[in-house]
């Protein structure tokens, strides 16, 4: 979608995705696929849209459901953390107990645009000593180079553009 939310920005919309059962569930088949292999014991799904996905593959990969919201919607201890935007800062938070030490993690959203927010989430599971096995997108803006922001780690993603 051009020029949405505001002029010269491409919003890539994946709801033409969601709503098609076929490739929704190709698409969920592809990224379990992926990861089959790899121990996981939770999937974290980042607010908002990461939440279409990531609640599936968990139950695809017979894990737990994680999400991380922006502040102040959880009702529980929360960690957080504070992470830069290209204009300004943001924060995003999980239960403090959501993720116990040693469980293997499974990061997903459905854009991976400048990898700042998937750093952030990166971290957040850190903190928790929660061993981060791998981050997959259904999305992968190539050109703003958010991979590089994710370096050493296992990035997937099914489209790049």
Do not use: W
């Amino acid at each position: 979608m051009p020029d949405f939310p505001k002029p010269g920005i491409n919003f890539y919309d994946i709801t033409t995705l969601l709503k098609d059962k076929a490739g929704f569930g190709e698409t969920i088949d592809a990224l379990r696929n992926h990861y089959q292999s790899t121990p996981v014991d939770i999937v974290v799904g980042i607010e908002a849209r990461g939440y279409f996905f990531a609640p599936a593959i968990a139950l695809a990969l017979n894990a737990g459901f994680v999400p991380v919201r922006k502040p102040k919607k959880l009702p529980h201890a929360v960690c957080r953390v504070e992470y830069e935007l290209e204009y300004g800062s943001d924060c995003l938070e999980m239960h403090a107990d959501a993720i116990q030490p040693g469980q293997n993690v499974v990061i997903i959203d459905d854009v991976l645009a400048t990898g700042g927010t998937a750093a952030a989430v990166a971290k957040l599971v850190e903190m928790s000593q929660g061993n981060v096995r791998g981050l997959g997108f259904v999305i992968e803006l190539t050109f703003l180079k958010g991979r590089h922001k994710l370096a050493g780690r296992d990035v997937f993603s099914l489209i790049q553009y």
